[in-house]
């Protein structure tokens, strides 16, 4: 069982039981990266270039995505980590919590760099209402984890961790980041902020490979705990998914009151849609929302050839192989979610 209370036996790596987990690991490694592996000073002459609305579209995400870092963390090391008994998922935890804390040191970077507001950017999530309530969604999840009432062993806990790890790993990370993904990467795409987008580029291959391990570990607490599978708990976990999507709506309208060139809100929000329908199905429910990827560009962003900085000679594209080397990229593992409209 991959859940329950810990036993001696639960820090032997061998025999292993789940090795999709121990592959995610060592996935991860390879794609070690560090912010300022990234000349991000070469964007400042975009930025003198863009639109108020457009640098309040760049504010506003990392308003957002700075502190949702920390709060994956938080929600990693107190409602998912304790609540696993298998090795090889706490080593992949530990890489992940890593990789959330290396994000949210580039978005600091960001701030850094451009000539943003660091108060104001700090202060937002705190009191603009549709970031406060996208935050309040996942700390009532998170707060009923760290309950003492809440025992893991029981169906009630059991589904308590299903609710959690839908909220922020399928919603959060799967869904909102996704959403702000598309937006920071909308710049690159009309040529702009091109540094900016290969460092949202490597945070998107890290947070891909988050969602694979989210919807893994769904998927292998469902498969080993029949109890799981009703027709009420399925439309339970359905609903915590559309209410996340009702929630990104109102944020990214606030996020594009006017629109920029290419982008408003009503866009993003039919992106939102569109990949909310491929968590869904993802997690082997039927799509909700029935709507085209406006934003089809997005299924090769990742793809693309990553920016060559030739004043600095160094490819910001490469894997770093297990013992550190770093080489040319390889092919990276398939991305879940936006390649799958083909
Ligand atoms: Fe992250
Ligand atoms: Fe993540």
Not at 99 to 123: G, I, M, Q, W
Not at 195 to 214: A, Q, T
Not at 299 to 313: K, P, R
Not at 319 to 341: F, I, M, N, R, S
Request: aromatic fraction near 12%; glycine fraction near 4%; proline fraction near 3%.
């Amino acid at each position: 069982m991959i859940l329950g209370k810990t036993s001696p036996t639960d820090v032997n790596l061998h025999p292993m039981k789940y090795k999709w987990a121990y592959e995610l690991y060592n996935q991860a490694v390879r794609n070690s990266w560090f912010p300022h592996e990234i000349a991000l000073g070469e964007d400042l002459a975009d930025w003198k270039s863009m639109t108020s609305d457009e640098r309040f579209a760049v504010q506003f995400l990392m308003s957002f995505f700075n502190p949702a870092e920390l709060i994956v963390n938080r929600t990693l090391a107190l409602g998912v980590y304790p609540y696993l008994k298998s090795p090889e998922c706490h080593l992949y935890l530990a890489k992940q919590m890593f990789e959330e804390a290396n994000h949210c040191v580039a978005f600091e970077y960001v701030l850094e760099t451009f000539p943003l507001d660091r108060s104001k950017v700090y202060d937002t999530h705190l009191e603009l209402p549709s970031m406060q309530r996208k935050e309040a969604f996942i700390n009532q999840y998170l707060t009923r984890m760290t309950e003492q009432s809440l025992d893991i062993e029981t169906t009630e806990g059991k589904k308590d961790f299903i609710r959690n790890l839908v909220a922020y790993n399928i919603v959060m990370e799967g869904i909102w980041f996704y959403s702000g993904f598309m937006v920071a990467l909308s710049f690159r795409q009309r040529n702009q902020l091109r540094n900016f987008g290969s460092l949202i580029n490597w945070v998107l291959r890290d947070e891909s490979l988050h969602l694979k391990f989210g919807i893994q570990l769904i998927h292998t607490v469902l498969e080993e705990n029949a109890e799981l599978l009703t027709a009420e708990f399925a439309e339970e976990i359905r609903n915590i998914i559309i209410e996340g999507v009702d929630l990104e709506v109102n944020y990214n309208k606030d996020m594009f009151p006017k629109g920029i060139l290419g982008l408003n809100a009503d866009y993003v929000n039919q992106y939102v849609q569109y990949v909310a329908d491929r968590r869904l199905e993802e997690l082997g429910l039927e799509a909700h929302f029935g709507v085209t990827n406006p934003a089809k560009w997005m299924s090769t962003a990742t793809d693309v050839f990553e920016l060559v900085n030739f004043f600095e000679q160094q490819n910001t594209s490469y894997e770093v192989d297990a013992h550190g080397h770093k080489g040319e990229k390889k092919d990276l593992p398939a991305q879940t979610g936006d390649k799958k409209e083909e």
